[in-house]
């Protein structure tokens, strides 16, 4: 059993790291690892209007999973995620709750957050941890341009160094020797691959960050530097609404992306029994092959290949592809729904011609 310092409260883990860092992944992995009554619900905010990583996690050994969508709970959602931790609390009463964060939270600010519930709650909910997950691969890529980034990686617990599989032990040494420039007192642990983390290293720290009751003001900027900018790409049968697709415990019509209106859908309609269009699985491997990781940052969503809807998880020039096991959340005449992230300014065009490539549309 994870030692919990608080017997009565119900820990709080936060994930926090940059996109396509690899969190979801990390976060799955614990799972297997903990004792089979132990149990855990997942909070996690995802960019756009459609639950892709939460798919994944729904099929887990997971107690309960939570959206926040289409927008990021360090500033305008931060009442949202208070709202869907009292939820919790109240619904679940789970052994520990892990928030997963979107790609551009500022931790510190969550932190706050959650010391504020933690009083308002006579400590049922406590902050636990802030768990910051580097991708070995990327991040000194990144960190030089990112002020998201860089705060992610000071303001922490621990730093689990993910991919570290994908590179050179002499370029590892230089991320940590990145890492030590920006926060040198923060234990670093390397993931074990597809493996992960062994949880005792990271469940019962008892964090001490901002156990103080004062704002600092540095820390708890609302801005995001306008790092990153999300598009959607889309082929099916009727036009994608601004509105969110799938259950969630939590909705918001805040902090919505930039979107071209698209007043009609595409000739991807099919009368009644006729098969249903699809996309060819080379045809989607030569689109996502297209993007720089320069450029773009993250790319998930649902694609309809002639076996059926498969989950896209695409981050800086990999990809994997998971059958979905359930219902697709979307419009059934989706044929293809991708959530594009990266640079502001340059995304779009990027966008463009993996939407060209599939014969879709930037939305």
Known sequence: MPSDTHPNSIPITVFTGF???????????????????????????????????????????????????????????????????????ENYHPDRIIIECSGSAFPATLAFQIRELERET??????????????????????????????????TDVLLINKAEHVSERVLDDVIEHLNTLNDTTPKIRCNGRAGVDPSLIFGMDSKLFLEDTKKEDQLSNTHHDEVETVTVWKGSHAPASSHIGHAHVHSEACRHDAEDVANGDDSSHAPGEDAPTMEEGLLE???????????????????????????????????????????????????RLTVMGERGEVRRAARKVAERLGAKVV
């Open 19 to 89: 996109l396509g860092a690899g969190k979801t992944s990390i976060i799955l992995s614990l799972l297997p690892q903990l004792p089979k009554d132990y149990r855990v619900v997942l909070l996690k905010n995802e960019f756009g209007d459609v639950e892709v990583d939460s798919q994944l996690a729904k099929q887990s050994s997971l107690a309960a999973v939570s959206e926040i969508l289409n927008g990021c709970m360090c500033c305008v959602l931060v009442g949202q995620m208070k709202t869907a931790l009292l939820e919790i609390l």
């Open 122 to 155: 006579n400590r049922a909910l406590t902050l636990d941890a802030i768990v910051t997950v580097i991708d070995a691969e990327n991040f000194t890529g990144y960190e030089d341009t990112s002020t998201t980034a860089r705060m992610q990686a000071q303001y």
């Open 286 to 336: 030569e689109a996502l092959s297209l993007p720089s990781k320069e450029v773009v940052f993250r790319i998930k969503g649902f694609v309809r290949l002639p076996s059926g809807y498969h989950i896209v998880n695409w981050a800086f020039g990999r990809h994997d592809l998971h059958i979905l096991d359930g219902e697709y959340p979307g419009d059934s005449g989706d044929v293809i």
